[in-house]
Protein backbone atom coordinates (compact mmCIF):
# COMPACT_ATOMS: atom_id res chain seq x y z
CA UNK A 1 0.00 0.00 0.00
CA UNK A 2 3.12 2.39 0.95
CA UNK A 3 4.66 1.91 -2.37
CA UNK A 4 1.75 2.39 -4.21
CA UNK A 5 0.59 5.27 -2.39
CA UNK A 6 -2.69 4.14 -1.16
CA UNK A 7 -4.04 5.28 2.64
CA UNK A 8 -7.35 2.80 2.27
CA UNK A 9 -8.39 -0.10 0.43
CA UNK A 10 -11.89 -0.20 -1.60
CA UNK A 11 -11.93 -4.12 -1.52
CA UNK A 12 -10.23 -6.41 1.53
CA UNK A 13 -10.20 -10.29 -0.09
CA UNK A 14 -10.25 -13.13 2.28
CA UNK A 15 -9.32 -16.48 0.71
CA UNK A 16 -8.73 -19.66 2.12
CA UNK A 17 -5.71 -20.44 -0.95
CA UNK A 18 -2.42 -19.25 -0.38
CA UNK A 19 -1.81 -16.60 -2.81
CA UNK A 20 -1.02 -17.20 -6.65
CA UNK A 21 -1.57 -14.21 -8.91
CA UNK A 22 -3.05 -16.61 -11.80
CA UNK A 23 -6.55 -17.01 -13.28
CA UNK A 24 -7.07 -20.45 -12.09
CA UNK A 25 -7.03 -19.52 -8.49
CA UNK A 26 -10.50 -17.06 -8.11
CA UNK A 27 -9.81 -14.36 -5.94
CA UNK A 28 -6.32 -13.33 -7.53
CA UNK A 29 -8.53 -13.56 -10.79
CA UNK A 30 -10.91 -10.91 -9.16
CA UNK A 31 -8.90 -9.03 -7.76
CA UNK A 32 -7.00 -8.15 -11.22
CA UNK A 33 -10.92 -7.49 -12.41
CA UNK A 34 -11.69 -5.06 -9.69
CA UNK A 35 -7.98 -3.55 -10.37
CA UNK A 36 -8.44 -3.18 -13.99
CA UNK A 37 -11.73 -0.72 -12.95
CA UNK A 38 -9.81 1.19 -10.99
CA UNK A 39 -10.40 -0.11 -7.53
CA UNK A 40 -7.69 -0.37 -4.26
CA UNK A 41 -7.49 -4.25 -4.08
CA UNK A 42 -5.88 -6.38 -1.14
CA UNK A 43 -6.03 -9.79 -0.42
CA UNK A 44 -5.52 -11.85 2.91
CA UNK A 45 -4.24 -15.41 2.16
CA UNK A 46 -5.31 -18.02 4.78
CA UNK A 47 -5.32 -15.52 7.76
CA UNK A 48 -5.39 -17.09 11.21
CA UNK A 49 -9.51 -17.24 12.67
CA UNK A 50 -7.99 -16.72 16.23
CA UNK A 51 -7.68 -13.12 16.23
CA UNK A 52 -8.22 -10.60 13.22
CA UNK A 53 -4.51 -9.40 13.65
CA UNK A 54 -4.26 -10.97 10.19
CA UNK A 55 -6.96 -9.29 8.36
CA UNK A 56 -6.19 -5.55 10.28
CA UNK A 57 -2.74 -5.36 8.48
CA UNK A 58 -4.24 -3.23 5.62
CA UNK A 59 -6.84 -1.25 7.68
CA UNK A 60 -10.72 -1.08 7.39
CA UNK A 61 -11.63 -1.11 3.67
CA UNK A 62 -14.03 1.94 1.79
CA UNK A 63 -16.64 -0.22 0.03
CA UNK A 64 -16.56 -4.06 1.40
CA UNK A 65 -14.69 -6.78 2.06
CA UNK A 66 -15.30 -10.12 0.39
CA UNK A 67 -14.60 -13.52 1.55
CA UNK A 68 -13.97 -17.07 -0.06
CA UNK A 69 -13.27 -20.69 1.06
CA UNK A 70 -10.89 -21.10 -1.67
CA UNK A 71 -10.78 -22.93 -5.58
CA UNK A 72 -12.41 -26.47 -3.47
CA UNK A 73 -14.62 -26.58 -0.63
CA UNK A 74 -12.66 -26.96 2.66
CA UNK A 75 -14.16 -29.76 4.07
CA UNK A 76 -12.78 -31.45 1.03
CA UNK A 77 -9.20 -30.12 1.30
CA UNK A 78 -8.83 -31.13 4.92
CA UNK A 79 -10.24 -34.57 5.04
CA UNK A 80 -10.37 -37.92 2.34
CA UNK A 81 -13.47 -39.56 1.66
CA UNK A 82 -12.57 -42.23 4.39
CA UNK A 83 -13.06 -38.82 6.68
CA UNK A 84 -9.08 -39.22 7.85
CA UNK A 85 -7.78 -35.60 8.86
CA UNK A 86 -5.61 -34.83 5.85
CA UNK A 87 -1.76 -33.46 6.25
CA UNK A 88 -1.16 -31.88 3.14
CA UNK A 89 -3.02 -29.04 1.23
CA UNK A 90 -2.13 -28.42 -2.22
CA UNK A 91 -3.07 -24.79 -2.20
CA UNK A 92 -0.47 -24.02 0.83
CA UNK A 93 3.05 -23.30 1.26
CA UNK A 94 5.20 -26.27 0.80
CA UNK A 95 1.54 -28.66 0.02
CA UNK A 96 1.15 -28.43 4.00
CA UNK A 97 -2.01 -28.15 5.96
CA UNK A 98 -0.80 -26.94 9.43
CA UNK A 99 1.58 -24.24 10.35
CA UNK A 100 2.98 -23.34 13.38
CA UNK A 101 2.01 -20.62 15.75
CA UNK A 102 3.88 -19.43 18.41
CA UNK A 103 1.99 -18.41 21.95
CA UNK A 104 4.70 -17.59 24.35
CA UNK A 105 8.12 -17.91 25.96
CA UNK A 106 8.94 -21.09 27.74
CA UNK A 107 11.59 -21.10 30.31
CA UNK A 108 14.52 -23.82 29.30
CA UNK A 109 16.85 -26.37 31.55
CA UNK A 110 19.96 -23.94 30.82
CA UNK A 111 17.60 -20.53 32.47
CA UNK A 112 17.17 -18.97 28.98
CA UNK A 113 13.34 -18.84 27.09
CA UNK A 114 12.37 -20.12 23.95
CA UNK A 115 9.14 -19.82 22.08
CA UNK A 116 6.37 -22.39 22.19
CA UNK A 117 4.35 -23.56 19.60
CA UNK A 118 1.40 -24.96 18.87
CA UNK A 119 -0.17 -26.46 15.38
CA UNK A 120 -2.98 -25.57 13.80
CA UNK A 121 -4.79 -26.22 10.32
CA UNK A 122 -4.09 -23.50 7.78
CA UNK A 123 -7.30 -23.94 6.46
CA UNK A 124 -10.58 -23.83 8.60
CA UNK A 125 -13.36 -26.24 8.72
CA UNK A 126 -16.42 -24.56 6.91
CA UNK A 127 -13.66 -21.53 6.02
CA UNK A 128 -16.46 -19.36 4.70
CA UNK A 129 -18.16 -18.94 7.68
CA UNK A 130 -15.19 -18.97 9.71
CA UNK A 131 -13.85 -15.93 7.98
CA UNK A 132 -17.12 -14.01 7.32
CA UNK A 133 -17.28 -14.01 11.15
CA UNK A 134 -13.78 -12.98 11.49
CA UNK A 135 -14.28 -10.01 9.06
CA UNK A 136 -17.54 -9.00 10.93
CA UNK A 137 -15.69 -9.42 14.20
CA UNK A 138 -13.02 -6.86 12.72
CA UNK A 139 -15.13 -4.46 10.78
CA UNK A 140 -18.67 -4.68 12.09
CA UNK A 141 -20.27 -1.82 10.09
CA UNK A 142 -18.17 -3.02 6.88
CA UNK A 143 -20.43 -4.82 3.82
CA UNK A 144 -19.48 -8.86 4.06
CA UNK A 145 -19.72 -10.65 0.76
CA UNK A 146 -19.09 -14.23 0.56
CA UNK A 147 -18.34 -15.62 -2.48
CA UNK A 148 -17.07 -19.07 -4.24
CA UNK A 149 -17.57 -22.78 -5.06
CA UNK A 150 -18.14 -23.93 -1.10
CA UNK A 151 -20.67 -21.18 -0.62
CA UNK A 152 -22.58 -21.70 -3.76
CA UNK A 153 -22.36 -25.49 -3.40
CA UNK A 154 -23.80 -25.07 0.15
CA UNK A 155 -26.58 -21.78 -0.49
CA UNK A 156 -29.45 -24.33 0.43
CA UNK A 157 -30.09 -27.29 2.82
CA UNK A 158 -27.74 -30.24 1.57
CA UNK A 159 -26.51 -33.17 3.36
CA UNK A 160 -23.07 -32.83 4.62
CA UNK A 161 -21.11 -35.97 3.78
CA UNK A 162 -18.46 -35.34 6.39
CA UNK A 163 -21.16 -34.77 9.39
CA UNK A 164 -23.68 -37.48 7.83
CA UNK A 165 -26.53 -35.24 8.39
CA UNK A 166 -28.63 -32.62 6.62
CA UNK A 167 -27.09 -29.05 7.37
CA UNK A 168 -29.29 -25.96 6.51
CA UNK A 169 -27.84 -23.43 3.96
CA UNK A 170 -24.94 -21.93 4.79
CA UNK A 171 -25.92 -18.24 4.51
CA UNK A 172 -27.88 -18.89 7.67
CA UNK A 173 -24.60 -19.85 9.43
CA UNK A 174 -22.47 -17.57 7.13
CA UNK A 175 -22.88 -13.90 8.91
CA UNK A 176 -22.66 -12.23 4.66
CA UNK A 177 -24.58 -9.77 3.58
CA UNK A 178 -25.03 -10.95 0.56
CA UNK A 179 -23.62 -14.00 -1.45
CA UNK A 180 -22.49 -14.00 -4.74
CA UNK A 181 -22.89 -17.96 -6.45
CA UNK A 182 -21.67 -19.43 -9.01
CA UNK A 183 -19.00 -17.70 -11.33
CA UNK A 184 -19.44 -14.18 -10.51
CA UNK A 185 -17.39 -11.94 -12.42
CA UNK A 186 -20.24 -10.05 -13.61
CA UNK A 187 -22.27 -9.79 -10.35
CA UNK A 188 -19.11 -8.59 -8.06
CA UNK A 189 -18.33 -5.73 -10.63
CA UNK A 190 -22.14 -5.04 -10.54
CA UNK A 191 -21.68 -4.77 -6.54
CA UNK A 192 -18.04 -2.85 -6.60
CA UNK A 193 -19.74 -0.29 -8.98
CA UNK A 194 -22.92 0.08 -6.62
CA UNK A 195 -21.10 0.34 -3.57
CA UNK A 196 -19.06 2.50 -5.22
CA UNK A 197 -22.22 5.26 -6.08
CA UNK A 198 -23.28 4.66 -2.35
CA UNK A 199 -19.69 5.44 -1.19
CA UNK A 200 -19.84 8.71 -3.14
CA UNK A 201 -23.58 9.40 -2.04
CA UNK A 202 -22.49 9.31 1.74
CA UNK A 203 -19.39 11.20 1.17
CA UNK A 204 -17.21 8.61 2.87
CA UNK A 205 -16.60 4.79 3.51
CA UNK A 206 -19.74 2.77 3.23
CA UNK A 207 -20.85 1.89 6.69
CA UNK A 208 -23.88 -0.61 7.05
CA UNK A 209 -25.94 2.12 9.46
CA UNK A 210 -25.61 5.12 6.25
CA UNK A 211 -28.81 4.78 4.45
CA UNK A 212 -27.42 5.12 1.01
CA UNK A 213 -25.21 1.66 2.18
CA UNK A 214 -28.77 -0.13 2.96
CA UNK A 215 -30.54 0.84 -0.38
CA UNK A 216 -27.51 -0.53 -2.33
CA UNK A 217 -27.51 -3.71 -0.77
CA UNK A 218 -31.53 -3.79 -1.26
CA UNK A 219 -31.19 -3.02 -4.87
CA UNK A 220 -28.54 -5.50 -5.12
CA UNK A 221 -30.84 -8.20 -3.81
CA UNK A 222 -32.89 -8.20 -6.89
CA UNK A 223 -29.68 -8.80 -9.21
CA UNK A 224 -28.55 -12.65 -10.57
CA UNK A 225 -26.29 -14.58 -9.46
CA UNK A 226 -26.71 -12.95 -5.38
CA UNK A 227 -28.01 -14.75 -2.62
CA UNK A 228 -29.52 -14.01 0.94
CA UNK A 229 -31.56 -14.25 3.78
CA UNK A 230 -34.35 -11.99 4.59
CA UNK A 231 -37.19 -12.91 7.28
CA UNK A 232 -40.17 -15.14 6.37
CA UNK A 233 -42.76 -12.19 6.92
CA UNK A 234 -40.36 -10.00 4.01
CA UNK A 235 -39.90 -13.18 1.42
CA UNK A 236 -43.67 -12.97 0.93
CA UNK A 237 -43.47 -9.49 -0.26
CA UNK A 238 -40.51 -11.05 -3.11
CA UNK A 239 -42.01 -11.83 -6.49
CA UNK A 240 -41.80 -13.84 -8.34
CA UNK A 241 -40.38 -16.92 -6.84
CA UNK A 242 -40.92 -20.88 -6.39
CA UNK A 243 -40.85 -22.00 -3.02
CA UNK A 244 -39.26 -25.31 -2.15
CA UNK A 245 -39.56 -27.73 0.94
CA UNK A 246 -38.44 -25.97 3.75
CA UNK A 247 -34.67 -26.70 5.82
CA UNK A 248 -36.96 -28.37 8.23
CA UNK A 249 -38.71 -30.77 5.76
CA UNK A 250 -35.71 -31.55 3.79
CA UNK A 251 -34.23 -32.54 6.81
CA UNK A 252 -36.99 -34.96 8.29
CA UNK A 253 -38.41 -36.08 5.12
CA UNK A 254 -36.58 -37.87 2.08
CA UNK A 255 -38.97 -37.53 -0.40
CA UNK A 256 -39.07 -33.72 0.53
CA UNK A 257 -35.34 -33.43 0.13
CA UNK A 258 -34.93 -35.65 -2.99
CA UNK A 259 -37.94 -32.60 -4.53
CA UNK A 260 -36.07 -29.83 -3.16
CA UNK A 261 -32.76 -31.36 -5.35
CA UNK A 262 -35.22 -31.35 -8.19
CA UNK A 263 -35.85 -27.84 -8.34
CA UNK A 264 -31.98 -27.05 -7.68
CA UNK A 265 -30.94 -28.82 -10.65
CA UNK A 266 -34.27 -27.75 -12.89
CA UNK A 267 -33.93 -24.18 -11.82
CA UNK A 268 -30.09 -23.90 -12.40
CA UNK A 269 -30.56 -22.34 -16.23
CA UNK A 270 -29.12 -18.84 -16.20
CA UNK A 271 -31.40 -18.61 -19.29
CA UNK A 272 -35.11 -20.04 -18.06
CA UNK A 273 -34.41 -20.57 -13.93
CA UNK A 274 -36.73 -19.31 -11.37
CA UNK A 275 -35.89 -17.54 -8.25
CA UNK A 276 -36.09 -20.00 -5.32
CA UNK A 277 -36.96 -19.71 -1.44
CA UNK A 278 -36.39 -22.03 1.12
CA UNK A 279 -37.62 -21.76 4.76
CA UNK A 280 -35.09 -22.11 7.47
CA UNK A 281 -37.13 -21.48 10.77
CA UNK A 282 -37.80 -18.11 10.84
CA UNK A 283 -35.51 -17.22 8.18
CA UNK A 284 -36.08 -17.60 4.26
CA UNK A 285 -32.85 -18.24 2.13
CA UNK A 286 -33.73 -16.25 -1.63
CA UNK A 287 -31.51 -17.73 -4.17
CA UNK A 288 -31.55 -15.44 -7.30
CA UNK A 289 -31.69 -16.74 -11.15
CA UNK A 290 -28.14 -17.31 -11.61
CA UNK A 291 -26.20 -14.74 -13.68
CA UNK A 292 -25.75 -15.34 -17.24
CA UNK A 293 -22.65 -16.87 -18.85
CA UNK A 294 -19.71 -14.16 -20.05
CA UNK A 295 -19.71 -13.38 -23.46
CA UNK A 296 -16.51 -14.79 -25.24
CA UNK A 297 -15.01 -10.79 -25.32
CA UNK A 298 -15.76 -10.74 -21.74
CA UNK A 299 -14.05 -14.46 -21.08
CA UNK A 300 -10.72 -13.43 -23.11
CA UNK A 301 -10.71 -9.77 -21.35
CA UNK A 302 -10.41 -11.23 -17.90
CA UNK A 303 -7.75 -14.10 -18.98
CA UNK A 304 -5.86 -11.15 -20.77
CA UNK A 305 -5.04 -9.31 -17.78
CA UNK A 306 -1.56 -8.86 -16.34
CA UNK A 307 -1.00 -11.76 -14.05
CA UNK A 308 2.35 -12.41 -13.66
CA UNK A 309 1.32 -16.41 -13.14
CA UNK A 310 3.71 -16.68 -9.75
CA UNK A 311 3.11 -17.33 -6.19
CA UNK A 312 3.78 -14.30 -4.29
CA UNK A 313 7.57 -13.67 -3.20
CA UNK A 314 6.74 -14.07 0.76
CA UNK A 315 6.55 -17.93 0.13
CA UNK A 316 9.53 -19.36 0.64
CA UNK A 317 8.38 -22.81 -0.49
CA UNK A 318 6.46 -23.71 -3.63
CA UNK A 319 2.87 -24.24 -3.56
CA UNK A 320 1.76 -27.42 -5.49
CA UNK A 321 -1.15 -25.94 -7.08
CA UNK A 322 0.97 -23.13 -8.59
CA UNK A 323 3.10 -25.54 -10.39
CA UNK A 324 -0.16 -27.92 -11.51
CA UNK A 325 -1.44 -24.75 -13.55
CA UNK A 326 1.43 -22.95 -14.39
CA UNK A 327 1.17 -23.98 -18.17
CA UNK A 328 -2.51 -24.36 -18.22
CA UNK A 329 -4.78 -22.75 -20.58
CA UNK A 330 -8.83 -22.22 -20.06
CA UNK A 331 -10.63 -23.04 -23.43
CA UNK A 332 -13.90 -22.79 -22.11
CA UNK A 333 -16.37 -23.14 -18.60
CA UNK A 334 -19.07 -25.13 -17.45
CA UNK A 335 -19.74 -28.73 -18.50
CA UNK A 336 -22.92 -30.43 -20.51
CA UNK A 337 -22.59 -33.70 -18.29
CA UNK A 338 -23.47 -33.13 -14.85
CA UNK A 339 -22.18 -36.23 -13.50
CA UNK A 340 -22.85 -36.83 -10.06
CA UNK A 341 -19.35 -36.94 -8.34
CA UNK A 342 -18.42 -33.76 -9.90
CA UNK A 343 -20.03 -29.71 -9.19
CA UNK A 344 -18.93 -27.59 -12.45
CA UNK A 345 -21.84 -27.78 -14.10
CA UNK A 346 -24.12 -26.78 -10.99
CA UNK A 347 -21.37 -23.95 -10.14
CA UNK A 348 -20.52 -23.12 -13.63
CA UNK A 349 -23.23 -24.53 -15.35
CA UNK A 350 -23.93 -26.15 -18.52
CA UNK A 351 -22.09 -23.46 -21.15
Not at 81 to 92: F, I, P
Not at 246 to 252: A, G, K, L, N, T
Request: net charge positive; proline share 6%; aromatic share 8%.
Amino acid sequence: MELRGWDQLDVLLINGDAYVDHPTFGIPALARWFERRGLRVGIVPQPRVDCSDDILRMGRPRLFVGVSAGTVDSMINNYTANKKVRSDDMYSEGGRAYRKIPVTSVARADGARGAAFKEERIRPDYATIAYAKLARQAFPDVPVIAGGVEISLRRLAHFDYWQNRIRPSMLVECDADLVVFGMGERTAIRIAEDFKKASELSGGPLSLSHDATRAALKRLKGERGIAFTCSREESKEIQPRLKIPSFEEVRDDKRKFSKAAYFIEYEASPYNGRRLMQDHGQKTVVINPPALPLSQEEMDSIYELPFCKEQHPMYKERIPAADMIRFSVASTRGCFGGCSFCAITLHQGRI
